[in-house]
């Protein structure tokens, strides 16, 4: 064993044992809420790092960590600060929940240091609140970050009254749901002042999008969704394309249904394993959106997929996952999703 795999032992033993050891003195709720490691034996040459949405907790992400594992990347899904922590929540005794932005990303530098043990190249995703950290950490660190997943991000939400509210009152705030055991794994309840933090943050990413250089971005939304607005996503997603060519959306059509917590089937998403292939695709690849506009427009006109590759001199730079995503997906739409009305 060289020295390089020897660290790497080290590492694979050392850090998922401290954070383990954290976890149990808070404690943390059950097994779903702590921080997640799927590690190989030996190190890989990429390694993803996966922040889950605001009140909820690591399970969300465990699917498509399998996905990327299975691939052969080295995985890590890790807690959020004052997330997954046992204790008789409520209005009276609010969950500890981070008041201060600082406190998110600092813990995501912190990852984003830690998961370099594991892997050379860094991808990085989120959903909601996880996937404005992403994306944050996607603009302060672009040479550092291969490239980002963003699920849902939380910029703002879908109603501007509510942001007003979310902006101006301290109180606390119960989610609306039914009692399914994924729903009720992440706490029930927060106040307001606690999902301000991303809501600034959000706000921030949106500026610094029209000026700054950024990693590669795949920004995914769903119509339907009644957390987070989608208009912001479109946004981002034509800032960031000004500076950044390798930057994709879609958007799933709102007769799918798939709701904000996109990322599992036992949170209501049905086309889980599709999602997971779009991710996958858009890591391995090396396409520009002008790119994809060029495949959708070449398929359209009855080319097959490698004939269409071949003629845009892309081989070789078009995941093996490609196919089978420009085949589900609708071509037209994901080409219309490039200019937003």
Known sequence: MNSTQTEYAIA???????????????????????????????????????????????????????????????????????????GDWDRDNPPPLPTDADEYKIFALHWLRQAKAFGDRVVVGGLSGGGTMAAWLALEHPQEIESALLFA???????????????????YFEWMTDESVEETIGYKG??????????????????????????????????????????????????????????????????????????TKAEGNPWQDLLNVMAKAFVESDLTWADIRE??????????????IAALQLTGKASSDMNAVMTLLDEHEMVLKDQPS
């Open 12 to 86: 694979a033993t050392v850090i998922p044992q401290q954070i383990r050891a954290e976890e149990d003195r808070l404690p943390v709720r059950n097994d779903q809420c702590r921080s997640q490691f799927f590690l190989h034996p030996t190190p890989t040459p990429s390694v993803c790092v996966f922040f889950h949405g605001f009140t909820a907790a690591t399970y969300q992400f465990v699917p498509m960590a399998q996905v990327f594992y299975e691939a052969g990347y080295n995985v890590i899904i890790p807690r959020l600060p004052g997330h997954g922590i046992a």
């Open 153 to 171: 991000t939380y910029l703002s939400g879908s109603n501007r009254v509510v942001d007003l509210f979310v902006n101006v009152f301290n109180r």
């Open 190 to 263: 927060f106040e307001l002042e606690t999902l301000r933090v991303f809501l600034k943050m959000g706000s921030k990413v949106l500026n610094r999008a029209k000026t700054d250089p950024a990693a590669p971005m795949f920004i995914v939304s769903t119509e339907a969704d009644l957390a987070v607005n989608n208009a912001d996503h479109q946004e981002l997603f034509e800032q960031l394309l000004e500076h950044q060519p390798k930057t994709w959306y879609y958007s799933f059509d709102r007769a799918l249904n798939i709701p904000h917590t996109m990322m």
């Open 295 to 308: 495949i959708a427009a070449r398929l359209r006109q009855g080319e097959t997929f490698d004939q269409a």
